[in-house]
């Protein structure tokens, strides 16, 4: 072997010494992460009393407010993707997914983990699991099995590209023929999944601003996955596409502009069906005489400039294939999703208390751990596994031949 050949493969590997690590985002995040993790152990030793700020009219705080409830919508791109894909037959949108698998599956690992510092007591997270206390027909029981399975699927889904890295060829041959099916349960359990968290909230209708509770909460929930999920995917993969340009295939390379484009274009006609929906909500719960308030003049903030605006700049955007417009719109669609699920678990929660929930720093800074512990592992993924560059060439074969086969099945 070559000295060139044992740099690419030590570089494959992750074994080749990466110099400049020390970059701002590293000293931050790795700041974050310590000081979190000082805080935890706090927090385990002496209950969440003792590093939040919650309480019994306020139990769930930033913690399931952002991480849990807002991270959720934001890998709906994972779900949306695949279908385009797999199910539509959309190949221009094939080189991205996964990415795209891969950072959905991150966020549901990361924030489904992330469950475990934010309940009272831990040990206790598998009751919703089992149905003890809850009920098989509780709404959270089938939420902790939607989460179950779809990190499962979707783990499935992104295992090809483990096998590529490793070199497992064999085993390569197995995960692919699985990937279609897992393809398939995991789209039925994220659209289940994503409207069944909008139906933990129709307990809560005293405890909602009525301009946010709607029976119509799971389908909205549902709805907003999807252009949240777009959204991000935009955002990432121009991100991707600048900071992991050396990892970048051609193919990606060419069509990415494109992918933008029509990802754009999608997301927008689907803020547009949201926007009407909202609309219906407001005709069929009779909700005008609440516009006139404070509550009001922020629920506008919330529908014209942070669902509208980004509708708009992300359909023009997309129509006169304007990069920058598309992009922007993404940006702010995902500070509306932000906004949205934070006004129905926490702003416009209680809102009638004379003391509202405010969190401390501990909790904001828990928060942005958990967010760049899952960039760092991502960033390690996509270093290292062919996740935005070339699959091998056996690979490519391998792939091929087990569509060939799964053809001739059909046809038989």
Known sequence: MSVLDFRRSAATLGLQRRPHW???????SLLLMATAAVILGYRFLYG??????????F????????????????AGGAYVLTFMVYVLRMEKYHAIVRVTVLNGFLAYVFYAGALVLELGRPWKIMNPII?????????????????LLYMTAQLVEFSPAVAEWLGWRRVHRVLCAMTVGAVVMGIALSTLH??????????AEPKIHPLWYSEFIPILFFISSIFAGLSLVIVESTLSHRVFRHR????LERSHDGIVVGLGRIAGVTMFVYLVLESLKMVHGQKWAYLASGWGAWYAVEIIG????????????????????????????LVGIVLNRLNISIIAYGWYQAAHYVPTWMEV????????????????????????????????????GGASAVARRQVA
Request: aromatic share 12%; no cysteine; proline share 4%.
């Open 248 to 251: 970048v295939s051609q193919e």
């Open 306 to 333: 942070f669902t509208a605006l980004p509708m708009v700049l992300l359909l023009v955007g997309s129509a006169q294939a304007r990069l920058a417009m598309v992009r922007a719109g993404a940006v702010l669609a």
């Open 22 to 28: 020390l970059t701002p985002f590293n000293v931050v």
């Open 131 to 147: 149905g003890n206390k809850f009920g098989l027909t509780s709404v959270l029981f089938l939420i902790a099995w939607h989460f």
């Open 59 to 74: 139990p769930w705080g930033i913690w399931k407010g952002f991480n849990v409830v807002t991270g959720v919508a934001f």
């Open 194 to 203: 994503q409207s069944g968290l909008g139906a933990l909230f129709l307990m």
């Open 365 to 400: 800074v828990v928060s942005l751990a958990v967010i760049t512990a899952e960039i760092w592992v991502f960033r390690w993924v996509v270093e290292r596994m062919p996740v935005l560059g070339d699959q091998p060439d056996w690979a490519r074969e391998s792939e091929h």
């Open 48 to 57: 969440l009393a003792s590093v939040t700020n919650l309480s019994q009219e």
